[in-house]
């Protein structure tokens, strides 16, 4: 019995040795991304430079004075500043995004990021804001303000709305060099392929003309970060 327990504790350990909610930590100064090499195997990341060959431009992106086009059906645009764009962000475990919101219901729709937690400040304009817990689900809602951070926990459902006459913009950091990003209504009407009407109609309680519907229309949708 002793041995058993000894093993579950093992198994235990190591599991916890091996689980991380973030990106893991680098074993070097930096590791910035070139483009993977002819027949190379796939790894968790991008290749190095390299360090000899890195230069300043290496850890350099321009533009996020520069306002997003927020002439959208929902009225925002999210500037993401990740590994495919700085190619200095491989292994550091952060990137950056500028959100860009217009007047009087600009929305970043309820979204998920897989990979990453995600902290946003306000600099400019009013913003309803809020988070979904896991099963059971708990809603958690802030009014934001120039100045006013807010912090989105790994992998829930979120979302940004401007409720003031005025454009609003935000800056938000993440967790990871490739956060990843699933938008719930893309996801679940805009698939390719798309999934099975029946599946929808029961689960969201509509008819399946509905579901069609919504089909169509988020079919080609844009997604947020």
Not at 47 to 58: G, I, M
Not at 92 to 106: E, K, M, Q, V
Not at 128 to 138: D, K, M
């Amino acid at each position: 019995m002793k041995s058993f327990h000894f093993l579950v504790l093992l198994s235990l350990a190591l599991a916890f040795s091996f689980a991380s909610a973030f990106d893991p930590s680098p074993l070097q100064d930096f590791c910035v991304a070139i483009p993977e090499p002819k027949n190379a195997v796939f790894v968790n990341g991008k290749f190095c430079k390299n360090p000899n060959l890195t230069v300043a431009e290496d850890f350099f992106f321009p533009g996020l004075n520069v306002p997003g086009n927020t002439g959208n059906r929902v009225g925002s645009n999210v500037t993401l500043v990740n590994v495919d764009k700085l190619f200095g962000l491989n292994t550091l475990g952060i990137s950056l995004a500028r959100l860009d919101f217009a007047p009087n219901g600009g929305l970043n729709p309820p979204h998920t990021h897989p990979r990453a937690t995600e902290i946003l400040v306000v600099v400019e304009g009013t913003l309803y804001v809020g988070f979904v817990t896991s099963n059971p689900n708990r809603l958690f809602t802030k009014v934001l303000y120039p100045g006013d951070v807010f912090v989105f926990p790994i992998g829930l459902i979120h979302f940004q709305f401007n409720i003031a006459k005025t454009n609003a913009v935000a800056f938000a950091g993440l967790s990871s060099q490739n956060p990843g990003v699933i938008t719930i209504a893309n996801a679940i009407f805009g698939p390719n392929p798309p999934i099975n009407p029946d599946v929808l109609a029961k689960a969201f309680q509509l008819n399946n003309d509905e579901v069609v519907k919504l089909q169509k229309l988020f079919a080609n949708a844009k997604t947020t970060i």
